[in-house]
């Protein structure tokens, strides 16, 4: 049976204005780059989406993750978007694509890649999330909360092909390592690593070994593409997406979108440099005008028929989070009052790829020994 590949792969090539949102004919151009592909049978089926100042290009194949021929699409298609967002001087054009030209795969070169080969279930339901002014870590509490918590995730404890649960990898993002860790037997080793964000990211989520599934078809997955150290100093937000897979022996649609109920403190919120509460939106309100935050999640659902997108949903439409809005405003508006104090602004460690050490460059000389 073929396998279907869903990539998702963005980059913020130009914001409008500022770092707030993107401009249409951004989304005109991947449009039409991702049409020609799709016309020419190169690739079965494409969606743009957009989250803030990020263009995030989902796409359906059959050629395996990390494939060169759509990593290359994506960075020919953002090359384009790029152009035109010089043309109109947008905002940091071209800011995600650090290399001068494509050699092969776009990890390493700036943009962000989350994606997953699959054989697709008799019914796929799948979610794509995609998040602005954060990192790849806000993605650790509510990927934790579907996979292992049952109090988010009810199939975890009453439903019989859940109840096994699942296998979590997560990469430890300052050494390049992983460990594979078993949910429920290692519930509390795997909470004593991601709940440490600033180090360790949940990169898949795999279900266990005889279980319904195969072991090696993930369930959910995260870009995890860390841009200021890529670049070794503060280019632009390493905003996050990630592919969620739902129903039937995996969370429910509604478990997956529950763990989003509680607006979160992630990192990256003004100049990378803060700390906000994660807000739930939908994809035409995924504009960060406030202090170019608070944080926003976009999530969009998908069947997939054999290989064709049949969607998107635009699920943080629904009227059941305005009041997870209505929350993540109230603490944007209490961590604002802490101005340049911590743990508003973050602490020194995750400062060191900002803008911050050029500041204290200046005050070098003049520190002297305190007897
Ligand atoms: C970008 C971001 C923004 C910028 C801020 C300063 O995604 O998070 O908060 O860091 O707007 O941008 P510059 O230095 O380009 O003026
Ligand atoms: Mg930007
Ligand atoms: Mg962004």
Request: charged share 25%; with cysteine.
């Amino acid at each position: 049976m073929t396998k279907t590949t869903i990539s998702i792969i963005k980059a913020d090539v130009g914001g409008f204005p500022g770092h707030s949102s993107m401009h249409p004919k951004l989304m005109e151009k991947a449009n039409e780059q991702l049409k020609i592909s799709k016309d020419k049978k190169e690739i079965t089926d494409f969606y743009v989406g957009k989250c803030g100042d990020d263009l995030d290009l989902i796409i359906s194949h059959n050629k395996g993750v990390d494939s060169s021929d759509i990593h290359g699409l994506a960075w020919d298609t953002f090359v384009k978007c790029t152009e035109i967002a010089k043309e109109l001087k947008l905002y940091g054009a071209g800011q995600d694509l650090l290399a001068d030209s494509f050699s092969g795969n776009v990890k390493g070169m700036g943009p962000g890649v989350a994606e997953m080969e699959i054989t697709e279930r008799k019914s796929e339901p799948l979610v794509c999330f995609l998040m602005d002014k954060t990192d790849p870590s806000a993605f650790n509490l509510p990927v934790y909360k579907m996979f292992a918590d049952p109090f988010n995730t009810a199939g975890l404890s009453i439903d019989p092909s859940m109840i096994a649960g699942f296998k979590f990898e997560v990469y430890d993002i300052y050494n390049n390592k992983r460990v594979f860790l078993n949910t429920p037997e290692e519930l509390h080793e795997l909470l004593a690593l991601v709940g440490s964000k600033s180090k360790y990211v949940i990169k898949r989520v795999y279900p266990k070994k005889g279980g319904k599934y195969p072991e090696d078809e993930p369930a959910a997955v995260v870009s995890t593409d860390k841009l200021s150290l890529i670049a070794g100093e503060y280019v632009g937000k390493d905003d996050p997406v990630a592919i969620v897979r739902a129903q039937s022996g995996l969370p429910a649609l509604g478990e997956v979108l529950e763990a989003f109920a509680f607006p979160h403190l992630v990192s990256g919120w003004m100049r990378g440099s803060h700390c906000g509460p994660m807000m739930p939106v939908a994809m035409e309100d995924a504009t960060p005008t406030r202090f170019d935050g608070p944080p926003r999640v976009v999530a969009l659902g998908f069947q997939i028929a054999n290989g064709k997108l049949v969607g998107p949903v635009d699920l943080f439409k629904d009227k059941a989070f305005d009041l997870t809005r209505q929350k993540a405003s109230e603490i944007a508006d209490y961590m604002r009052r802490h101005g340049p104090f911590e743990p508003h602004r973050l602490a020194p460690s995750e400062m060191e790829y900002t803008t911050l050490p050029k500041v204290l460059e200046k005050l070098k000389g003049r520190f002297e020994k305190v007897a």
